[in-house]
């Protein structure tokens, strides 16, 4: 699993939670809501990503993060915390 | 003639009353002051005897977000009984038509409130859903039966089970919502329709809301019961505090 690759399944929700917005324009350096989200499409977003990658992040260090791409790195810090516990490819 | 008390506010004008749930800083979640309002401005305007409709409506961007964590924790630990779905009642049992005007998201027993009503109205961009289940404890509220008045039982199942919150825009062509509409179009859309039914006489509004809202008002006497049955178990059960916890933590 890449950076890019936890990003784009982000953006893939972002998308589909926004009207009218398309993956290529979506600036990771930007928060959800400079797109328009309000605060339960960004539930859902980061929900839906946590649920496709497998990870949960605790509410207290979700709310800290400022941006897309910070969101993505933290998913992935979490998704390596994972896969290291479980080398055999289990959970 | 319009009184404010704070958190809901009453207006009539030509047989149209208006509610307003306007508890900006409880961000219309029902808390029990709230729920006390509320339920005492539905019942005032029940009596009233020369209104010919009735539209509720909430904040923008929140029409009724459901229970606030205070009064879950309590309910869940039995310290206090819930009161709100008397809300439910008082507006199902409202004499002449209701729209509700659901700009803002809606959600739990706040989704369960605004289907209460005979027309609804929603938002495109505001989410739409039963959060009971992401909390580990059974819908209440009626949300059992209440989803059916809008939703086939399909979907209506699916969004009590899977406790998403969709948005307003994917129901477009697979509801019976009244309106789906920009979150800047509903309220005028609901006035709209007010004007029209506020033409008919009283007594004949009166007449036809009973015999339209019977069959719904059944069917919530019938579920209240089995949804308080379904928390007496569901409510003892595993790690709903912490879930709770989690939902509100968002």
Known sequence: ?91 | MSESQGRVDVSVASGIVTIGMCDVYGRNALSGPFVEELLAALLAVGRMADSRVVVLFGLSDVFCAGANLDVLEKVVAGEVVPGDHLLSKALLDMPVPTIAAMEGHAIGGGLALGLCADISIIARESRYGCSFMNMGFTPGMGSTRLLENVLSPAIAHELLYSGERRRGADFEGRSGFNHILPRADVRSKAYEIAERVADKPRVALEALKRVLSADKRRAFEETRATETLMHAVSFGEGDIRQRIKDNYGQ
Request: glycine share 4%; charged share 25%.
């Open chain 1, 1 to 91: 699993m890449t950076h890019e690759q936890v990003t784009s399944v982000i953006i893939k929700h972002l998308v589909r939670s926004i009207d009218e917005l398309t993956p290529e324009t979506v600036d990771v350096k930007k928060s959800m809501k400079d797109y328009g989200a309000n605060s339960l499409d960004i539930v859902e977003v980061v929900s839906a990503s946590m649920r496709e990658l497998k990870v949960k992040v605790p509410r207290a260090e979700l709310a800290t993060i400022t941006n897309i791409d910070g969101l993505a790195t933290v998913l992935l810090r979490v998704w390596n915390e994972k896969q290291a516990a479980a080398p055999n490819g289990a959970g």
